[in-house]
């Protein structure tokens, strides 16, 4: 394995790691919620709905970090 090998696997890591405590957190704020209502939704999240949200967000950053993986393997290895 190369040291840019070892980096993107420390960088996945702490991604999916990131994503956990994040996931954690706003799951422990919900169930602590006794309203039955929720709030006014942001003018800028109605307009773009999809882009403010962190569940599609991590796809496509995930998307983009694979695609980039697959691409250096491609052109570092010998055919």
């Known amino acids: ?26 799951g422990k704020n919900t169930k602590y919620q006794t ?13 773009h709905p999809y882009m403010r949200n962190p569940v599609f967000l991590t796809y496509i950053i995930a998307a983009i970090i694979t695609l980039a993986f697959i691409a250096y393997f491609a052109l570092s290895s010998r055919w």
Do not use: A, P, R
């Open 1 to 26: 394995m190369t040291m840019l090998d070892i980096v993107l696997m420390v960088v996945g890591v702490l991604v999916l790691l990131g994503g956990l405590l994040y996931t954690l957190k706003l």
């Open 35 to 47: 309203e039955g209502y929720d709030t006014e939704i942001n003018g800028k999240v109605k307009s």
